[in-house]
């Protein structure tokens, strides 16, 4: 019985490295000055994603509109060639405020890959409620003035924007992006640096988020 508990229990280890893939991931926190924020967002998310114009793959984008008073979310999928994505009519419409887009997920799938290897995001926030977050606010800090006996400062309301970049950690897929986990931290520093000097940037946080000790099935990137 022992025996099968140790054969089991290193099984159980081995199957967690092929289906539990550690990710490295960063994200930056801006206040939301709307064409502006949308604009450095896009300068730092393309300078990212350059050395995808000489791979052979594809790119699929998935985006999503606020949500309309009538509680429609609008709604664009799209698969690009790695290579020319960035020329693309769509893609500067991503990052355009009149297009009214909150979240924008980017995947990037190598050629003859059976997953995502990489990403990225954009995540707005929702500044056409500010009347019922505001309320929201109030009513939250009047409820913990009465329950603790003193009073609480009603919290503002603050729209941001969350841009965010990720890549399993593996070799062949830092390869693929020519990048590494110092280069996704020093370009992430770079970009928060004059938007820190500006007061945009709100946050900043550089990761890699090991999430098992495992390798990556073989496929070719």
């Known amino acids: 019985m022992l025996h ?15 289906n539990h893939f550690a990710i490295a991931s960063n994200a930056a926190i801006l206040g939301d000055e709307r064409q502006a924020s949308l604009d450095a967002c896009r300068s730092f998310l393309e300078a990212w994603l350059r050395p995808l114009a000489e791979r052979t793959g594809e790119i699929r984008v998935h985006a999503e509109k606020r949500m309309t008073a009538r509680a429609y979310v609008g709604k664009t999928r799209k698969t690009l060639p790695a290579s020319g994505f960035l020329r693309d009519k769509a893609w500067p419409k991503l990052f355009d405020a009149a297009s009214n887009y909150q979240t924008v997920l980017v995947s990037i799938v190598p050629q003859d890959a059976e ?31 009465r329950m603790r006996g003193r009073p609480f400062g009603r919290a503002p309301v603050v729209n941001t924007a969350h841009v965010f970049t990720w890549v399993l950690n593996h070799d062949d897929c830092y390869r693929y992006l020519s990048t590494s986990i110092g280069d996704m931290k020093d370009g992430l520093d770079a970009f928060a640096a004059p938007l820190r000097a500006a007061g945009l940037a709100r946050s900043v946080h550089v990761a890699a988020t090991l999430r098992s000790r495992g390798r990556l099935p073989s496929h070719r990137v």
């Open 115 to 145: 997953y995502p290897i990489a990403g990225v995001g954009l995540q707005v926030g929702l500044e056409h409620y500010e009347e019922q977050w505001r309320a929201h606010y109030e009513q939250l800090a009047d409820t913990l003035s």
């Open 4 to 18: 099968e508990l140790h054969h089991k229990q290193a099984a159980i280890r081995l199957d967690r490295t092929l």
